[in-house]
Structure formats: structure tokens, C-alpha cells
């Protein structure tokens, strides 16, 4: 079904209020008043069967009654009208319902929810909400909800999922003197979501970056290919940090992916940058939407204070923009700019003899230089000098700099004199911060904008080529036999196909079998129970390594099928597994699970204690390509260890990207089939001699 375009949502010519009520202290009242007294420009048709005026408006009994189908309708009757409004606003031909009415699916009620959406459709129409605040557009001059007042003007537009935080959005915008173009409410988003309102949003000509505050997606996946079209910085405050479908987790990976840890892959993959709080989501929304994006990462500090010098220097270092020493001419020539006792390095400190003058040649030399990529600019408020004037002064050069599409950002440290003079930089473009932390913490947005827009600019991996087809007949297999995950050697059966270097794995039935198994292997070996009813086959005793000899397999095959009898006695044995013994290597882990919003998703980790204590695991939602793995590896905490440490060569990091890359794959394409899977451990020897995988577990998903 084709849907109409947003814009008669976002820009409405005219709109009708259902529910409008002529009773001050009702939100049917506070709709038309907010209309009325913000300015908009658009016919208003109130909609109420017993009055006939509203704050000098005509009322209409009835939707049909209007004089044309508005762009939109905002509907404030209770619950139980609504559907038949939804109907009544789809045959008067209204294609835009923003539904502020609470009572829904947020308390149970999720089926006059979906029915409303589906009365909608029929008409082709859409719903925004229910259960929101409305839409308030500085732009269009329409507050169509029941917040206040419009925030503050501003160029970034934020969507809320939670109406109350919205309304205090509006009204802090003025205090912390950060504004917005849009303000929408999206509530229970019934039909209208995320990902709709960001294909929009990006091609607004009056919206320049995109905020939102997300409880949890529907459809994680639309958000993701949404986010990854869009040309425009994308930031997002995410709540709820709490594990979500861990408890039946029947994998490491599964008991491992919290939604915080999954919401932050997808984000990253989206290209969308995480706001770590609300004052975030203020301060980088304001340089998203007023700077563009860092492209390279020499960053250069301007100060006239040694003290916001090196706090700003410590957190460089801290949001991944380090500061490096400037090049020999850029220092000569900010020498020229200073007292004998300044310092032409980076941070650069013209000491606080530093007037408009000062700042002025600084700031226009550095700005324009090609060296420099991002400019921070800070300022400590003294007696000597004008905050404003030193304001006026940044602004200016750069203007005279002749340079366009480098970020700058600023703070001034001071009282009153500063603050009135960053909102004049804010005012006039430069997004101005009260303390040194911030204006970096800002610039480096800007840097992770432009980083993430190029990883996410990458060709997506194929996922041809696979024999898909073997591996569902060696999972139908298990499945005829009544199990619900595979042994290890299906699972690596499974794993090669998709081209993961597992060890070699064969099945012996009897001792002799093993023996000659373990001959044409070659020693040493390592030998393993294989039942579908032992998925902790160390806790059974059911694993022997190091099997150097013929005697040795002789001792261990019995050894081994006497313990899992122990563990479990009408276990069902296969046998036991003669595997090659991989030489050691770094132990890492893979893993995926099937997440509740996002699907196949991978896991990676350093083995042994670092994920079964520390917990140091990080996630990306399937596919990953070779870039996105290679990231993964220096999220963990563990990294130097991949990287190399105490003289030790570094690991096989392109190797196990491959494998990452291949895994994901896998998953992706047996999405219906694989509902949680280990490979664990899995070695990474040094560069250029690759990794192995020695143990797999693949858990199925259970079929209707
Ligand atoms: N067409 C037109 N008007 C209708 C109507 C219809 N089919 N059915 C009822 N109305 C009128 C009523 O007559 C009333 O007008 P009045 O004041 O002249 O009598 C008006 O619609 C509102 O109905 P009322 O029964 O008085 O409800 P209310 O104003 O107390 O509450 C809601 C209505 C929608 C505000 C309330 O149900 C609700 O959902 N509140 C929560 C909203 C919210 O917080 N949303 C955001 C969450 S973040």
C-alpha cells in the first residue's frame, strides 16, 4: 500500500482539532489556544458537537461538516472515539491523524490500536502517536500539541518517545539557550516511527541534525537502513539499560547481550552518535547542527589559560580526538601572536595578555590552515578584555578566513559577560560551551560523525556463495531426530560451510575407530564426548587433551564414555570426537544471538576469564563487514592484547575479521533456523598464520 508523504503532518496547510473543547484546562482547548497564540498560520476547523465558537474560531460538529480535507487532524477525544474518528478523518479524505489521546496499547490495549492503524491505511492515511504530546514546528509556527510554547529556534529537530520529557525539552531549550526547529512527540508509534520521521527529517530543509530520545524500537532493522541513508548527523539519548531475553539464554552470547550493549552496535552501525545523557544530548545536538562534520583528526587548541589548557587536553585524549603538537610553521607563526612566555605548542596559550587582537590573527591563521582540521577555541573571562568583543572577534575571522566546512567550537569561562556572549555565538553559528570539557566533547561529535558516515558509506558483505542448503539439511537432521541444538560436530559441519576454520573434527563409534582417527589426524589429539544431552561436556569429564600416543586414546576413549555415563546415564552418546589439537593461541569468543529487535547479531570477546569474569564483549547486528569487525577489536577492553603485548607479535586481526564477516553471514541466512550459537574458544594465532575454531554450539530456533 502506497502511504502519503509526512509533509501534511510536518507542514500543515490546514488542520482540524477533534475534541476541541471551549473549556479552559482541557487539552481540546490548549490545542486551539497553542495554535492561536504561537502563531500558525493554517485554517483551524474545531471539531466539538456542543460548541460553536472557540477562541473566535467557527466550530464544526462533525468531521464530514468541514469545508475541505485538512493536511491534518490532532484528535484529543477519549480512547473509545477514536476509532470512529479515524474512520470519519479517513473518508473526509485527512491523511495526516496525530492522535494525542492516551489509553492504549501503553495500557494494554493493543488491539483498537492496531485497528485504528488499519482504518488508516484503508484510507491511505497516517497516525502519529497515540499518546504523545503533538508536533511543535518553529518553522511553520505550529505547536499542534499541548506543550507551552515552541523551544527555542533552533536547527536540530528532536523526536521523543516520551511525551513528559518532550514538554521539558521545550521549556529548558530558553535556559540552556540550545533551541530546536521541530519538537515530536512519537508515543506509543503505532504506525508512524523512527526511521519515517528520519527520511523525513533528512530532507527538511530546516532541520540540519536529527536528536531523539528512544525507549526501544519496533523494527530495529528499519531504523538501521533509514539512519544509514541519511545524509544528516543523527544523535540519540537511549534509556533503559537493562538485559532484555538473557534469561533463557542457552549460549554465552545469549546470557551476554544486553539491549544497552546491542542498542550501541546498531547504533554505531546506523552511523547514529550515542548522547551519554540529556546535558549531552543538548550540547552535541547544538555543534551537529550547527557545524559540519571533522574530516581528519588534527585537532588545535586555542586558550588564553593554561588551566582550561590542559583540562580541554585531558579531554582530547578522553572523546578519542588526542591533541599532537602543531607543526613547526604553524607554531612560528602563533608565536608571533603571544608573549615570550606563551606557548606555540597545542594547546596553544597566548597567555592572559590575550585581547580581540590576539584572538583574531590566531584564529583566522589556524582556522585556515590546512593542517588543522577541527578548531577549538577557549576563553577565560579577565578584566582586561570584552567577552563579547573576544566573541565578535572569533566569528570574525574565521568569516575573513576564506575557509569553509572545518568545525570550530568554543567555550568561555566567566560570569554573565560570557554566557551573554556565547548566546551571540550561538546566534551567529559558533556553538559555545561553559566549560573546556564540553567545546571538545562537541568537536569530537563532529569527528565521530564524519568516522561513522564513512564505515557505514562501505559496501555491504554478500552473503552468496554459502551451501545453504547443506546446512539446513544437517540442521533438519537434528531436527527429525527431536533436538533442539546441534553436537559440535554438526555445528562445525555448519561452520565450514560458511568457510570458519574449524579444527578437524571426526566421529569414532568405537576405540578403534579413534585410534586410527587420532593416526591419520596426527598427534597430539584432543577427544571429545559427543551427545546431544551433554552441552557442558567439560563439567561431564567428557574432554581429554594432549592424547600423544595410541595407549593414551585407548585410556581416554574409555575414560571418557565412563564419565558421561557417570554425569548422565541414559544419555544419548554418538560417540566420541577425535579432533586435531590446535596449537595455542589467543583465546577469543564469537557468538550470535536472534535479538528481539534487531535479529542476527554478533558478539565478540576475548576468552577465558576475560568473558566469563569481566564480562569485555562487544556486539554488531549481522552483517559485519571486514571494517565494522576490525572496530569491534578495539572496543573491548582487552584490545592490546590482540594488538600485541610484553614483546608478543600481534594477532591475526584481518584473519578473524574475515571470520567475524563469514559468521555473520552465516547467521543472517539461517535467521530462521539458528537461534543462539558459541564458537568458543576460538585461537588467533600471529599475523599472516590465521585463527581456528575449536569448539562450536549452535542452538536451533524452535519451529511452530
Ligand atoms: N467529536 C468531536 N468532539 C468530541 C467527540 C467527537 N466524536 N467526542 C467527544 N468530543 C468532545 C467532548 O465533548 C469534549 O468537549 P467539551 O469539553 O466541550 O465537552 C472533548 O471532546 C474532550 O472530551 P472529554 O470527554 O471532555 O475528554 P477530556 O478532555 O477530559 O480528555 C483526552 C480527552 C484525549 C485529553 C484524554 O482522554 C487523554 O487521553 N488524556 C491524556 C493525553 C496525554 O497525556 N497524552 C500524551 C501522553 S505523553
Known amino acids: 500500500m502506497k502511504l502519503d508523504s509526512l509533509d501534511g503532518l510536518m507542514k500543515p496547510k490546514s488542520v482540524a482539532v477533534v475534541g476541541a473543547s471551549a473549556t479552559p484546562g482541557k487539552i481540546g482547548y490548549t490545542v486551539i489556544q497553542n495554535l492561536q497564540k504561537d502563531g500558525y498560520k493554517g485554517a483551524v476547523y474545531p471539531i466539538n458537537p456542543n460548541a460553536t465558537e472557540i477562541l473566535g474560531y467557527k466550530v464544526y460538529p462533525n468531521v464530514t461538516s468541514i469545508p475541505e480535507a485538512a493536511d491534518a487532524a490532532i484528535i484529543t477525544v477519549p480512547a473509545k472515539f477514536c476509532l470512529d474518528v479515524v474512520d470519519e478523518c479517513g473518508r473526509k479524505g485527512i491523511k495526516n491523524l496525530i492522535i494525542i489521546t492516551s489509553g492504549f496499547s501503553e495500557v494494554g490495549d493493543k488491539e483498537l490500536e492496531e485497528k485504528m492503524v488499519e482504518t488508516a491505511h484503508k484510507y491511505?492515511?497516517?497516525?502519529?502517536?497515540?499518546?504523545?504530546?503533538?508536533?511543535?514546528?518553529?518553522?511553520?509556527?505550529?505547536?499542534?500539541?499541548?506543550?507551552?510554547?515552541l523551544p527555542l529556534e533552533g536547527k536540530s529537530s528532536l523526536i521523543s518517545q516520551s511525551g513528559a520529557l518532550l514538554i521539558a525539552i521545550d521549556a529548558s531549550s530558553y535556559i540552556r539557550g540550545v533551541g530546536f526547529d521541530k519538537l515530536i512527540s512519537i508515543g506509543n508509534m503505532a504506525d508512524i516511527d523512527f526511521a519515517d520521521l528520519v527520511t523525513w527529517l533528512d530532507k527538511d530543509e530546516n532541520t540540519s541534525c536529527i536528536s531523539m530520545y528512544v525507549e526501544g524500537f519496533k523494527d530495529g532493522r528499519t531504523f538501521i537502513e533509514a539512519c544509514q541513508k541519511a545524509s544528516k548527523p543523527i544523535i540519540a539519548l537511549k534509556s533503559g539499560v537493562s538485559a532484555h531475553g538473557a534469561a533463557a539464554a542457552a549460549s554465552h552470547t545469549g546470557s551476554l547481550a544486553g539491549a544497552a550493549k546491542v542498542y550501541g552496535a546498531a547504533f554505531q552501525q546506523a552511523g547514529v552518535i550515542q548522547a551519554a545523557d540529556l546535558d549531552d544530548l543538548f550540547d552535541r545536538s547544538l555543534a551537529l547542527s550547527l557545524q559540519p562534520p571533522m574530516k581528519g583528526e588534527n585537532l588545535l587548541v586555542l586558550t588564553n589559560g593554561g588551566g582550561v589548557g590542559v583540562l580541554a587536553t585531558d579531554a582530547a585524549e578522553k572523546y578519542g580526538v588526542p591533541l599532537k603538537f602543531a607543526p613547526a610553521d604553524v607554531q612560528a607563526e602563533l608565536k608571533k601572536h603571544m608573549p615570550e612566555f606563551g606557548s606555540a605548542k597545542n594547546p596553544v596559550d597566548m597567555t592572559g595578555m590575550a585581547g580581540n587582537e590576539w584572538y583574531y590573527a590566531t584564529t583566522k591563521f589556524s582556522y585556515a590552515h590546512k593542517w588543522v582540521d577541527g578548531l577549538v577555541v577557549l576563553y577565560c573571562e579577565t578584566a582586561m578584555t570584552n567577552p563579547l568583543e573576544i566573541a565578535q572577534s572569533i566569528k570574525k575571522a574565521v568569516d575573513d578566513s576564506g575557509v569553509k566546512g572545518k568545525p570550530v567550537t568554543v567555550s568561555f569561562v566567566g560570569g554573565e559577560r560570557s554566557v551573554n556572549a556565547m548566546r551571540w555565538l550561538v546566534d551567529h553559528g559558533i556553538p559555545a560551551y561553559g566549560a573546556p570539557d564540553l567545546a571538545i566533547n562537541a568537536i569530537a561529535a563532529l569527528r565521530e560523525f564524519y568516522k561513522m558516515k564513512e564505515i557505514v558509506n562501505e559496501a555491504p558483505i554478500s552473503c552468496e556463495g554459502f551451501q545453504y542448503e547443506q546446512a539446513v539439511e544437517i540442521i533438519n537432521k537434528a531436527r527429525t531426530e527431536g533436538r533442539d541444538s546441534l553436537t559440535e560436530i554438526?555445528?562445525?559441519?555448519?561452520?565450514?560451510?560458511?568457510?570458519?576454520?574449524?579444527?578437524?573434527?571426526?566421529?569414532?563409534?568405537?576405540?578403534?575407530?579413534?585410534?586410527?582417527?587420532?593416526?591419520?589426524?596426527?598427534?597430539?589429539?584432543?577427544?571429545?564426548?559427543?551427545?546431544?544431552?551433554?552441552?557442558?561436556?567439560?563439567?561431564?569429564?567428557?574432554?581429554?587433551?594432549?592424547?600423544?600416543?595410541?595407549?593414551?586414546?585407548?585410556?581416554?576413549?574409555?575414560?571418557?564414555?565412563?564419565?558421561?555415563?557417570?554425569?548422565?546415564?541414559?544419555?544419548?552418546?554418538?560417540?566420541?570426537?577425535?579432533?586435531?589439537?590446535?596449537?595455542?593461541?589467543?583465546?577469543?569468543?564469537?557468538?550470535?544471538?536472534?535479538?528481539?529487535?534487531?535479529?542476527?547479531?554478533?558478539?565478540?570477546?576475548?576468552?577465558?576469564?576475560?568473558?566469563?569474569?569481566?564480562?569485555?564483549?562487544?556486539?554488531?547486528?549481522?552483517?559485519?563487514?571486514?571494517?565494522?569487525?576490525?572496530?569491534?577489536?578495539?572496543?573491548i577492553r582487552g584490545a592490546p592484547i590482540l594488538a600485541g603485548v610484553r614483546g608478543e607479535a600481534p594477532r591475526d586481526r584481518e584473519a578473524l575479521a574475515d571470520v567475524i564477516c563469514r559468521y555473520s553471514s552465516m547467521i543472517i541466512q539461517l535467521q530462521d533456523e539458528i537461534s543462539e550459537s558459541d564458537a568458543n574458544p576460538v585461537l588467533v594465532y600471529e599475523e599472516g598464520k590465521g585463527v581456528k575454531v575449536v569448539d562450536a554450539r549452535i542452538i536451533l530456533k524452535k519451529k511452530a
Open 490 to 635: 554438526e555445528a562445525k559441519q555448519v561452520f565450514s560451510i560458511y568457510g570458519l576454520p574449524v579444527t578437524a573434527t571426526e566421529l569414532a563409534k568405537t576405540e578403534d575407530e579413534a585410534v586410527a582417527l587420532a593416526k591419520k589426524i596426527g598427534f597430539p589429539v584432543v577427544m571429545k564426548i559427543v551427545s546431544p544431552d551433554i552441552l557442558h561436556k567439560s563439567d561431564a569429564g567428557g574432554v581429554k587433551v594432549n592424547i600423544k600416543d595410541e595407549a593414551a586414546a585407548r585410556d581416554a576413549y574409555q575414560t571418557i564414555l565412563k564419565n558421561a555415563k557417570a554425569y548422565k546415564a541414559n544419555a544419548n552418546i554418538h560417540g566420541i570426537a577425535v579432533q586435531e589439537m590446535a596449537p595455542w593461541g589467543t583465546e577469543v569468543i564469537l557468538g550470535s544471538v536472534n535479538d528481539p529487535t534487531f535479529g542476527p547479531t554478533m558478539m565478540f570477546g576475548l576468552g577465558g576469564i576475560f568473558v566469563e569474569v569481566l564480562k569485555d564483549v562487544t556486539f554488531r547486528v549481522a552483517p559485519v563487514s571486514q571494517n565494522q569487525a576490525l572496530r569491534m577489536f578495539s572496543e
Open 124 to 149: 491511505g492515511s497516517r497516525i502519529l502517536g497515540p499518546n504523545i504530546v503533538g508536533i511543535c514546528s518553529n518553522s511553520e509556527k505550529f505547536n499542534g500539541s499541548f506543550a507551552p510554547f
